[in-house]
């Protein structure tokens, strides 16, 4: 299944608290039950102002539709080509 990288555009976001994270990270994982399986939260980085989210979903709509039920931004979101790291250049 296709991973997505997931821009959300959140001004103060490396700010948020841990319990405003702990916060976040529930109504994501409530959202996630009701769309069922086929969509998995991989991991997300906090930047001073971003959060950005790595996905695995069939479609960008299903990402979509998980950030409208949410009430996250989700300002850019790119299906991920491949993947590397440093053992690509072995």
């Given at each position: 299944?296709?991973?997505?990288?997931?821009?959300?555009?959140?001004?103060?976001?490396?700010?948020?608290?841990?319990?405003?994270?702990?916060?976040?990270?529930?109504?994501?994982?409530?959202?996630?039950?009701?769309?069922?399986?086929q969509?998995?939260?991989?991991?997300?980085?906090?930047?001073?102002?971003?959060?950005?989210?790595?996905?695995?979903?069939?479609?960008?709509?299903?990402?979509?539709?998980?950030?409208?039920?949410?009430?996250?931004?989700a300002?850019?979101?790119?299906?991920?080509?491949?993947?590397?790291?440093?053992?690509?250049?072995?």
């Open positions: 299944m296709p991973k997505f990288v997931i821009e959300r555009e959140i001004p103060g976001a490396g700010n948020l608290s841990a319990d405003d994270l702990h916060g976040i990270s529930q109504k994501s994982c409530g959202v996630l039950c009701e769309l069922g399986p969509i998995q939260w991989v991991q997300s980085f906090v930047t001073a102002d971003k959060i950005y989210c790595i996905y695995i979903a069939p479609d960008e709509e299903t990402v979509r539709k998980h950030a409208e039920m949410g009430g996250f931004p300002n850019s979101i790119a299906k991920v080509a491949t993947v590397i790291d440093p053992t690509t250049a072995e």
